[in-house]
T-cell receptor, first 112, second 115 residues
Framework: GQQVMQIPQYQHVQEGEDFTTYCNSS?????IQWYKQRPGGHPVFLIQ?????EVKKQKRLTFQFGEAKKNSSLHITATQTTDVGTYFC????????????FGPGTSLSVIP | DSGVTQTPKHLITATGQRVTLRCSPR?????VYWYQQSLDQGLQFLIQ???????AKGNILERFSAQQFPDLHSELNLSSLELGDSALYFC??????????????FGSGTRLTVV
């Protein structure tokens, strides 16, 4: 079945450093979404990418969708303590109807 | 407040018991999704309903069942509970059958502890 992997599993950065998490799918995706879950909270939708090679920015966050629509990345520039949390990618495969499959997440810690 | 309401927030029960988790989707949303989040498993998709009908099924155990009622709220029933069923259970909703540009809206979750 479809699998969505993320690396790294954990990342500790000094405040002000950059951070990147990578998402890879075993199958071609129709779209990919990114969510953020703060410690003790629930996942919150950040963005959706649909087009091959698409790049979207939200302030310090840059999201990319690979040309083959099988991978994606989230890059945070100059991390802040408010960026702490787990970042999940979630892929919708072309063959999986409406079922979005979440990656295992990357847990980000920011050291002040 | 995301607009998706889940009750109860916490539940402690014994092995072998049965519990019901409740979810009210955000106003206007017709789709409800159930996810299980364990420490070592991430977010596991269980089941989806759209406007009262089952739409997609994930890795949902036979001991688990769900339904969506005419008022669109949904219930997840977990029976013959085992220690391994201890987890956070999230409900999410969306307007359409599939995720659109605004993704899924998650509730705050129900933390189930089986002792």
């Amino acid at each position: 079945g479809q699998q969505v992997m993320q690396i790294p599993q954990y990342q500790h950065v000094q405040e002000g450093e950059d951070f990147t998490t990578y998402c890879n799918s075993s199958t071609t995706l129709s779209n990919i979404q990114w969510y953020k879950q703060r410690p003790g909270g629930h996942p919150v939708f950040l963005i959706q990418l649909v087009k091959s090679g698409e790049v979207k920015k939200q302030k310090r966050l840059t999201f990319q969708f690979g040309e083959a629509k099988k991978n994606s990345s989230l890059h945070i520039t100059a991390t802040q303590t408010t960026d702490v949390g787990t970042y999940f990618c979630a892929g919708l495969a072309k063959t999986s109807y409406d079922k979005v499959i979440f990656g295992p997440g990357t847990s980000l810690s920011v050291i002040p | 407040d995301s607009g998706v309401t889940q009750t109860p927030k916490h539940l402690i029960t014994a092995t072998g018991q049965r519990v019901t988790l409740r979810c009210s989707p955000r106003s206007g949303d017709l789709s409800v999704y159930w996810y299980q989040q364990s420490l070592d498993q991430g977010l596991q998709f269980l089941i989806q309903y759209y406007n009262g009908e089952e739409r997609a099924k994930g890795n949902i155990l036979e001991r688990f069942s769900a339904q969506q009622f005419p008022d669109l709220h949904s219930e997840l029933n977990l029976s013959s509970l085992e220690l391994g069923d201890s987890a956070l259970y999230f409900c999410a909703s969306s307007v359409a059958p599939g995720p659109l540009d605004y993704g899924y809206t998650f509730g705050s979750g129900t933390r189930l502890t089986v002792v």
